[in-house]
C-alpha cells in the first residue's frame, strides 16, 4: 500500500481549524518539529538535520528532559511533552514545516493500554496538531512489521504490497492499523504531505535509544547490558534457523528521513533496508559464535506455534517476527527519493558490534 498524498480537511478532531499549509518555509530555513528524538532513529536523524543549511531550527520533543546542547545539537530546543497530550503537541509545533514522528513504545514493556495511547493515539495526535499548525510534511516512522508475518507474502515486498495486521504481536499489528489510520486521516487534502518510511531492523550505536529493553526496575540494567553488544570471548556454539533477514544503519534511516523532510521525493510509502539479505546464522557468526545451522522451515513452524500460546507476555510476542520471512524492495526509496544507504546489512552489524571508547 502506498500511503496516499494528504489533501486536508476540516474541522478536525482535537486539531483546531487548520491554518491552510505553509506555502514556504517560515524565514529562512526550514523549521523541523521531532518527536522521539532521543531515540535510535532520533541519533540518526538529527545529527543530519544539525548539519543541513536548508534546516534552520529543530524543535524536539520528549518526556524525560535532556540537553540537546550536550549532544551538539545547538539548533534544537527542548520541549517537554507528551504524544498523548495534544495542547502540547500543538504549541511544540507552533512554527513547523514539517514534522518528525518518531516517539513510540516497541517492546511491549509498557501495560497494554499505555502503549496503545501513546503508539495509536498519540501518532494520530501528533497528524492532527501538525495539520492544526499548518505544517508542510508529516514524516511517521513506520516498520517492515506493518506487512505482517503472513504466508503469501512474496520472496521481496514492494511498497504495493498491502500492509496487513499479524497475529498476535501488539507492534506489528498497531504498525498496519496506522498506516491505514493515517492514511484516511491524509486522504480528504489540505494537511501536510505523508511519508511513511517503512524500516527494517536498525542498527548502529544507538541500537537501543529510548527504549526499556527489561522491565520495571530492571530497565536500568537492560539499557546497560544491550547498548554495548559486543563479541563473545569464546566461540560458544548456538542453533540458529537459516531465516532470512534485512537490517540498516541508524544514519542510513536518518538520511532516508531528511529526504522526507526537504521533500526530495513524493509523499508515499517507502521501503527502507541495507543491501544483502542475511540469515541468523551469519548473525551469530559476526557476534563470534559457532552457528549449528538448522533448515529455517521447522523454526518458522515453531514459532508459528509459540506465537498461537495464549497470554504471552507482550515483550515474547516478538517471536512471531521470525514465523515467517518478511524481506523488501527498496528500490522505490532510490529511485524516487534519491536514498543511498552507506552500509550494508552486514555492515551495520559490524558497526554495532565496534568497540567503543
Ligand atoms: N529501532 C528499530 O529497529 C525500528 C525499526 C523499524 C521501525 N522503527 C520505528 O521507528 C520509530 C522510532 O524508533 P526508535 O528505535 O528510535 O525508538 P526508541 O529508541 O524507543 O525511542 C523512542 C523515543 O520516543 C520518545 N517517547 C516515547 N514515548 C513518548 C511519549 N509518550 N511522548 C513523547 N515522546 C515519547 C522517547 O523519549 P522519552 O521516553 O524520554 O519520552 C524516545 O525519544 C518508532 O515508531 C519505531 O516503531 C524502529
Redesign the pocket.
Known sequence: MSAPRARGRSPRPGGGRPRGRRASPTGPGLTVAV?????????GLVPLLQDDARVARVVG????P?DPAQRGWTKMTYRQ????DPEALRQAFRDADVVV???????GNAPRATTRA??VD?TLNVYRAAAAVGARRFV??????AYGFHADNPARMDEEWPVRPAARLF?AQE?AELEHLLAAEAAPGGGPDLYV???????GP??????DVLPGPLAPVGRWLFSRPRRLPLPVPVVVPEHPLQLVHQDD?GSALLLCAVGAGPPGAYNIAGDGVLTAGDVAREFGALPVRVPAAPAQLAARALARVPFLPPVAEWVEAAARPAVMDTTKAREQLGWRPRYTGLEALRDTLRPRA
Do not use: C, E, M, Q
Open positions: 518527536t522521539g528524538p532521543t531515540g535510535t532513529f532520533g541519533s520533543i520528549a518526556r524525560r535532556f511533552g507528551d504524544v498523548r514522528h518518531l516517539a513510540f513504545l516497541i517492546t501513546i503508539n498519540g511517521y516512522a513506520s516498520s517492515v512489521a507492534y504498525k518510511l517503512r524500516p527494517s531492523v536498525v542498527l544507538d541500537t537501543v535509544g529510548g527504549k534511516v
